[in-house]
């Protein structure tokens, strides 16, 4: 009997160390490159005011997955949010302009993003990209919505991932 549950023991271990590693050597796989946020000072975000994430790309050979990340909160009065989105080189040349239109919010008013009171959000701007050269790459953002100044954004973020193939 006592031989018994020594072996079960030993399994139990066994599995819970196997477990384990599995969870360590997956989630080092994750392919995350870039994950920053900025806050919004005093949860306004004034028309003028850009934003700016400096990611350091090494592979010129992956897929990657560019994400706009958006925290806000219910004093946030509109549906969408209009960014503007400008991407720079290493060489300080640009890459990218584009505008985006980030839905928060359905028709019916409910928000889009995980969490009770304040809400996440993350809108892919570029999928399945490359990076033309390895070096240090610019982003930044502008909201582009007709107010000059808008309540209820706490947080932004950039976001980079490499692509599973």
Not at 4 to 33: D, E, P, Q, W, Y
Not at 87 to 114: H, I, N
């Amino acid at each position: 009997m006592i031989e018994l549950i020594t072996k079960r023991n030993r399994r139990s271990k066994g599995s819970l160390l196997l477990c384990i590693l599995c969870f360590l050597c997956f989630s080092c796989r994750n392919g995350m490159v870039c994950n920053q946020y900025q806050s919004i000072e005093g949860m306004s975000w004034d028309k003028d005011r850009e934003y700016h994430f400096t990611c350091l790309i090494d592979d010129t050979t992956a897929l990657y997955t560019i994400t706009f990340e958006v925290r806000n909160n219910n004093f946030y009065p509109y549906q969408n949010l209009w960014i503007f989105y400008t991407e720079k080189s290493p060489g300080g040349l640009y890459v990218k302009r584009d505008t985006v239109e980030c839905m928060l919010a359905d028709e019916f008013g409910k928000w889009q993003g995980k969490g009770i009171s304040l809400f996440q959000s993350g809108f892919a701007i570029r999928t399945r990209y490359t990076f033309a050269e390895k070096g240090s790459y610019t982003f930044s953002f502008r909201q582009g919505m007709r107010s000059d100044t808008l309540k209820g954004i706490r947080d932004i973020g950039l976001r980079i991932e490499k692509v599973r193939r």
